[in-house]
């Protein structure tokens, strides 16, 4: 038995199959898409068309299939938000102001004097305490405490210049 079919026959089916396409789906757009890939496929595997049989059942079967298989890819993609809904979220004003900050922090720092800077890293970054860094420079707990004082007092004063000369140039 031969296979195939020709063109004309399949152009005579376009108003049938345009009508179970708008039955599926109710909607115009989406029923000429189906009718569209439902034709590809029929031309992609009109190999396997056995001449004689019902070309009509075979092209419904091709269109309910594919009806049904994007059905389901929608399923497992969900919705489909339109790009212009929702890229005004995707983008988000420029925060700088934790390194704005921490730029002050840094050129306040290096301001103190290496004996300021030394200590205020000894107890507030590495975390030693009084004691030990009462041993390490040989001196008293309280002397270390009145210096770490003074020193944290120096880095917010430079800090609170260096914050209000960057308003003003602002």
């Known amino acids: 038995m031969t296979q195939g079919f020709d063109p004309e026959s399949l152009q005579a089916q376009m108003p049938v199959l345009r009508r179970y396409a708008l039955a599926l789906t109710r909607d115009g757009d989406q029923a000429d898409d189906l009718v569209q890939d439902c034709i590809v496929r029929a031309l992609k595997h009109m190999s396997k068309f056995e001449t004689g049989t019902n070309l009509k059942s075979w092209l ?16 497992r993609q969900g919705p489909l938000v339109p790009l212009d809904d929702w890229q005004d979220r995707l ?17 306040s720092y290096e301001r103190l004097s290496p004996a300021e800077r030394s200590l205020l890293f000894d107890v507030g970054v590495k975390g030693d305490s009084y004691e030990v860094a009462a041993k390490r420079y040989g001196t008293a707990v309280g002397t270390i405490k009145s210096r770490l004082s003074r020193a944290r007092a120096r880095l917010r004063r430079h800090q609170h210049g260096i914050a209000q000369s960057s308003r003003m140039a602002a």
Request: glycine share 4%.
């Open 60 to 75: 419904f079967t091709i269109m309910h299939n594919t009806f049904c298989d994007g059905h389901r890819r929608r399923q």
């Open 91 to 107: 983008s988000k004003p420029a925060d700088q102001s934790l390194a704005i900050e921490l730029r002050e922090v840094a050129i």
